[in-house]
């Protein structure tokens, strides 16, 4: 039973969430009678808006725009090949592996993903909308400069699930070649993986190196125990801890405190400096190596402290300016990449799908064709979706 309390916390915390939501709900009352439903679930808003910048885009660059779509293709082939094999991957090691992390989920605000810390709202929405409008207008664009016309340009809403579309004339783009239909639709992902790639170029060429440029490294910490029956548990070395030392001394980062523990065994006693005190380790065995001594942490990162130049005043401004920047960056590099391989899977609602489907199309025939697609996308809809509940049941069934 949830207690009032309990919920008004939970509220309070993503209140900003709450408000968005809220203003999209207002934003399909007042819009109701522009609503286009389809499937009794999917809800399309069409508009005119960016067609004039996609007809202006794909005249003057005709040439690039071609050569660019069938250069996607061939990267949307890989992509498809490998993001498939990782799915199937990923869900035979949470079936065989112990202790295997499910490299499937839904990337939200609030949401912890390790490596990369708790999203933040505002870096999510704007990434999504950048996202969101690179892929869709690059659709467009691309049928455009094939003499595809594009009729309209709109949100879709799926439950919680705000996306984006570009609406091509679906009869027209029909009789163009095989290789002109896969160019369109290989456009979105393909302009996803080029722009997270813009993304960790500016991040690691300018934005990583200016925010260490303000910053003196001071130790790291851990968000989690691997679990409560290793060293660092039971010595009560909370996570969140800063770490700064080890065996009288001092490490500014992780990388500087895995050279010093790279020859240790299970049984070698650690002295850990820290922000709150001394503690003491006996070192247990590594699951993965047992001859390697093991503390029991996960989810690290570097800790920083902010120079006395960027601490105050004008030099602060920059310093959280930077690291918002950074900040967004690095989730923009995350979603863009995995939405952009996403949308390359086989599967009947995203780009891929289209792009088997019509190849097995003019493999099998129409009639065949399409046969064969409903059966490979309700297998890697079956694939998806247990990668995503599989953790869960797992964890509750204590498999």
């Not at 990369?116 to 870096?123: D, E, R, Y």
């Not at 690291?323 to 923009?332: E, S, T, V, Y």
Request: hydrophobic share 50%; charged share 15%.
């Amino acid at each position: 039973m949830f207690e009032p309390q309990s919920i008004l916390d939970f509220v309070i915390q993503y209140k900003v969430i709450f408000i968005f939501y809220i203003i999209v709900i207002l934003f399909l009352v007042l819009k109701r009678k522009s609503w286009d439903v389809q499937n009794k679930i999917i809800i399309l808003y069409r508009t005119k808006f960016g067609l004039n910048l996609i007809e202006k885009v794909s005249s003057k660059f005709r040439e690039w725009v071609i050569l660019l779509g069938y250069i996607g293709v061939g990267v949307g082939y890989v992509g498809m090949v490998v993001i498939s094999y990782v799915l199937i991957k990923n869900i035979i090691d949470l079936v065989l592996v112990p202790k295997a992390v499910s490299g499937v989920s839904l990337v939200l605000p609030g949401v912890n993903v390790p490596g990369m810390g708790i999203l933040p709202f505002w870096h999510w929405l704007l990434a999504i909308f950048v996202i969101a409008v690179v892929h869709e207008f690059s659709h467009g664009i691309v049928a455009q400069a094939h003499g595809i016309k594009v009729k309209s340009t709109g949100m879709v809403f799926l439950g919680p699930i705000i996306g984006a579309f570009v609406e091509p004339d679906e009869k027209k783009m029909g009789q163009h070649d095989d290789i002109q239909q896969y160019s369109v639709f290989a456009a979105g992902p393909f302009s996803n993986i080029l722009l997270a790639l813009v993304a960790l170029v500016l991040l690691t060429a300018i934005f990583t190196p200016w925010q260490q440029s303000m910053v003196e490294p001071n130790g790291f910490t851990f968000d989690a125990y691997y679990n409560d029956s290793f060293p660092i548990a039971k010595a009560g070395v909370v996570p969140g801890t800063i770490i700064n030392g080890i065996n009288g001394k001092t490490v500014s980062d992780f990388t500087q405190f895995s050279d010093e523990v790279s020859c240790v065994k299970p049984g070698d006693k650690l002295d850990l400096s820290t922000e709150k005190g001394s503690y003491s380790l006996i070192l247990a065995a590594n699951p993965d190596n047992p001859s390697k001594g093991f503390m029991g942490i996960t989810q690290i990162k570097n800790e920083f402290e902010v120079k006395e130049a960027y601490a105050t005043g004008i030099g602060n401004a920059l310093y959280v300016a930077v690291d918002w920047f950074g900040g967004f960056l690095r989730w923009l590099f995350l979603l863009s990449l995995g939405i952009g391989l996403f949308n390359l899977l086989p599967l009947p609602i995203v780009d891929g799908g289209r792009m088997v489907q019509v190849s097995l199309q003019r493999i099998k025939g129409k009639e065949k064709g399409n046969h064969w697609y409903g059966k490979i996308s309700l297998f890697f809809l079956l694939i998806l979706v247990l990668s995503l509940v599989y953790p869960f049941v797992s964890g509750w069934f204590g498999i």
